[in-house]
């Protein structure tokens, strides 16, 4: 048997052949009998690392013999023999500080492990937080004959939260006007751990000082600066200076062998700077209460405002800012308010029986400040206006059997007692009592009804209206029926002609003029 071409294990390691004896003729004369012919491996494949790129990590501090990660290489020799028996072994390592050989891979398995003191493996003093290690595996059990493939493994050196923040000095200053609000420092901090983790984000907190919560700290995102913010406004006279105690702290934990120390805390000391303030009005609103109707420049009320800026002597004025209906006036210097116009309850300015005004006062300080403050007026109803009827029409059939007309009733612009009841009755012309009838329903309401048919006409029926103030007021009015033709459920009213309510007029038709609806 013999070989016609090169044969590669790798791709076909046993051959199964059939294999008998024929004489000249082709007869068979033996077999066929089973060959089968085994390869023998040759070291002509080197290791491959099929599965990088390669990435480990490691924390900072990491005991000594820490496992970072496995490198693994593949030999497609026959695994039965030296040809695929492989040695691992590091060849280079970049940066080779602060030690040379901070790793060690197992020969056999391809482990890579730590090698230097968890002293030396700290991220904070490293000249790089990744290293790279150039990894060689060797067949051939790693004799110098062997064949060898390389890979590279990329390892990182993770932070632990082992430095503790520290503020990059110990009194921060700040100033800030009475009254405003804002961020009025910023604390700067420095801490070595990574940027990116809870480990290096800090946290920051007022642990004296604050006893009014008028401060608040929070962290800028961006740059890890403590943003000290006035949240109330702080008044000069109260106190002109603030002294807090400022403590900053990371997002995780730091490591048990690690505390935060005195650097941790520094005091903030803030500088309040007196501003001119306006007077304040008290009590605001000011609340009284009037009749209406008054005499113009009677006394309304007596303004008080005080200026806040109790360690400066100012005087104030007063002055009118709003007053909606010109109603008002007021001494600049006494603050008394009274009446220039008469107070009107029904008036379209006034809304629930209130008017509201408004006033300033002004100091004399550089420069002028100004406050405001409310005055509500409460009026009380005076019997100012007359009453009148409703319905100002009604319509009536002139055969109709119910000699009912209309129920009427009494509207006022005042509020009771000087409103309701309303006394309803016919007006004074003579005759009307002998055709129209006037009774009373209820205390706003009465019935106005026919003694007899009518004919077909429009009348326009005098009342008087009275209401129940002191004294009464009375007023003349007049509704007007249309007295109609009903047929067939269908009242026709057109062309009626239109008369005023007399005797005369009852007994003849003078006077009469066309009235068109």
Not at 46 to 67: A, L, N
Not at 75 to 96: E, F, G, H, S, W
Not at 121 to 139: C, G
Request: hydrophobic share 35%; net charge negative.
């Amino acid at each position: 048997v013999l070989v016609s071409r090169a044969l590669d294990r790798e791709a076909i390691a046993v051959y199964h052949m059939q294999v008998e004896t024929t004489d000249l003729s082709g007869k068979i004369v033996e077999g066929p009998v089973a060959l089968v012919v085994s390869v023998i491996d040759q070291n002509d494949n080197r290791p491959i690392f099929k599965e990088g790129p390669y990435f480990g990590q490691v924390y900072e501090g990491s005991p000594t013999g820490t496992t970072v990660m496995r490198m693994t290489a593949y030999d497609a020799d026959d695994p039965n023999t030296d040809n695929a028996v492989l040695r691992y072994n590091i060849v280079k390592q970049t940066p080779d500080q602060p030690s040379p050989n901070m790793f060690y891979i197992d020969p056999e398995k391809g482990d890579i492990v730590t090698v230097v003191s968890p002293a030396l493996l700290d991220r904070e003093s490293m000249p790089s937080h990744q290293y790279e290690l150039e990894i060689v595996a060797k067949d051939m059990a790693g004799s110098d004959v062997g064949l060898k493939g390389t890979a590279t493994a990329t390892i990182t050196i993770a932070d632990k939260n082992d430095q503790a923040p520290e503020f990059t000095k110990p009194l921060f200053l700040a100033t800030v006007n009475e009254g405003s609000t804002g961020v009025i420092v910023n604390l700067t901090v420095e801490d070595k751990d990574d940027p990116t983790t809870g480990a290096w984000r800090a946290v920051y907190s007022i642990i004296n000082g604050n006893p009014g919560q008028s401060f608040e700290v929070h962290t800028n995102p961006k740059n890890n600066e403590g943003m000290l913010s006035v949240v109330k406004p702080l008044d000069y006279e109260i106190s002109a200076f603030h002294t807090l105690l400022i403590k900053v702290e990371n997002e995780e934990p730091l490591v048990p062998t690690v505390a935060y120390g005195p650097s941790s805390t520094a005091t903030v000391q803030v500088t309040v700077l007196d501003v001119n303030e306006g007077p304040n009005f008290y009590p605001d609103p000011m609340r009284v209460t009037k009749k209406e109707n008054i005499p113009i420049g009677s006394p309304v009320a007596t303004l008080n405002a005080t200026d806040p800026d109790s360690l400066q002597t100012q005087s104030i004025k007063f002055a009118m800012l709003k007053d909606p209906a010109s109603w008002l006036s007021v001494h600049p210097l006494k603050g008394t308010v009274n009446t220039t116009a008469i107070l009107d309850r029904e008036s379209p300015f006034v809304h629930d029986n209130t008017y509201t005004a408004v006033f300033m006062a002004t100091d004399n300080g550089s420069p002028p400040a100004t406050g405001t403050g409310t005055l509500i007026i409460t009026l009380e109803d005076d019997n100012d206006n007359p009453p009148w009827v409703y319905p100002s029409m009604a319509r009536v059939c002139e055969d109709s059997k119910d000699l009912n007309v209309v129920i009427v009733g009494g509207k006022d612009k005042d509020v009771s007692p000087a409103s309701d009841s309303f006394k309803i009755e016919l007006g004074k012309q003579p005759g009307l009592e002998k055709t129209w009838k006037v009774t009373k329903v209820n205390s706003t309401h009465s019935q106005v009804s026919l003694l007899h048919n009518l004919k077909r006409a429009n009348y326009n029926l005098p009342l008087i209206v009275t209401d129940s103030g002191t004294p009464p007021l009375s007023n003349s009015t007049e509704i007007k029926v249309q007295v109609c033709t009903c047929k067939k459920n269908k009242m026709d009213c057109n062309s009626a002609v239109s008369l005023r309510v007399s005797v005369g007029l009852l007994l003849s038709f003078s006077f009469v003029t066309l009235f068109c609806l």
